[in-house]
């Protein structure tokens, strides 16, 4: 895959499409995608290694929602354990104390996700069960997500289990309308721990001090996950084949993260594993949403804010347009900033109206080569000037006002500007 070739897009294309459909954490289908990464990078010359980390796994033998005696699609969490809850109907669209002290005994339909803040209050205050919903009412399919109860989000509550659902916009509407009194739970699983993997790729530079450049590559349980996140990972093989046929002053790490979609589990793994290498690792860029049809090009950092003007500046200097700021990314360079690696994540971000992701919708319909091909262009222009720099510009230091927001997104520290 040379990078600027004729033949460049159409193979970049060729490998979306190969990779379109559901990679789930932790199953076959993930695993395969990270062979299947190992065996594209084999094809232009380089070695790769596989490395394991584990992940909670289950099978979902029932998952049943009554309401007022009337059963509702739905899917059950992943890893909230087994058991029946019949308990009175609340929806409880507010998180304010006043909502949630009337949650004692109930179980709870909520308007969001289960967060680690929002699952510990409703612990603390009583909730029994926890009813969710996704999907869209002015969609036309009634497709419902496979959530979990990811193990982070139950360490605030010391990891109690309480059975929860997920059901889709439709249904959770018409329980509303309809004034919904009573609820019954039943949920069945077993539980166990799996394998994940991320695969990586060095390129000796000059220095043994390296710049980490990582995408992941799995998806949510309905998406085909095009979008978010093959776009980064084939946009990572790009910039790898750039830099086999040119020269670079510091070594430089591709890592490929698996069960990102569940918390960012492989680049979490990736710093618990290789702390003596992050003593090295003096950037972090990262990948995740290039290449869409619409959308605006953004590079969010986290790190000293003369990072975020470097980059307007080359951005201006080449002709690109796009936005940057300084702030904490839902994505796999958040890790590397928590260990005080300075680092920017680049997307292409589409309003809900062109491209949505974690659903059925993220498909090979919102990609656009000529966008992929000038985002990954703009990327390795900037880990050009990164990597051939005599001495990395940016400080190995994250500032104050980003620790603040690490803490927050990593749940360490509560935001209280909103409930």
Known sequence: MALFTENYQEEMMHILKDMAHVRISGTKEEADCAIYLQECCKKMGFETRLEAFQVEMCDIHEAVLTVDGKEIPCKGYRCAGSGTVEAPFYYMPNTDACSLAQCKGKIVMLDGGVGYWGYRDLIENGAVGIITYDGNANYADEDIDLRELRSFVREGSDNKKIPCVNINAKSAIKLVKQNAANAKIVLNQDEWIGDSHNVILDLPG?????????????????????????????????????????????????????????????????????????????????????????????ACCTSEEKLVHYIEYLASETGFGMAARQGVYSSDSTPFADKGIPA????????????????????????????????????????????????????????????????????????????
């Open 206 to 298: 000059e220095t043994d001090e390296m710049i980490v450049l990582s995408a992941h590559y799995d998806s949510t349980p309905l998406s085909q996950g095009v979008y978010d996140n093959m776009s980064g990972s084939v946009g990572l093989l790009g910039i790898a084949d750039y830099f086999r046929q040119h020269p670079h002053h510091y070594s430089l790490r591709f890592l490929w993260c698996g069960s990102e979609e569940r918390g960012l589990l492989g680049s979490k793994a990736y710093v618990a594993a290789h702390e003596e290498d992050l003593k090295k690792t003096v950037l972090n860029i990262n990948l995740d949403m290039i290449g869409c049809i619409m959308g605006k090009f953004i």
């Open 344 to 419: 920017v994540s680049f997307a292409r971000i589409a309003s809900g109206n062109t491209a949505t992701i974690h659903n059925r919708y993220d498909t090979m319909d919102v990609m656009k080569a000529e966008h992929m091909a000038k985002d990954v262009a703009f990327i390795t222009a900037f880990t050009e000037h990164m990597a051939c720099a005599k001495h990395c510009p940016v400080s190995k230091e994250i500032p104050e006002n980003m620790k603040e927001k690490l803490d927050i997104y990593l749940n360490r520290k509560r935001d209280n500007t909103s409930h």
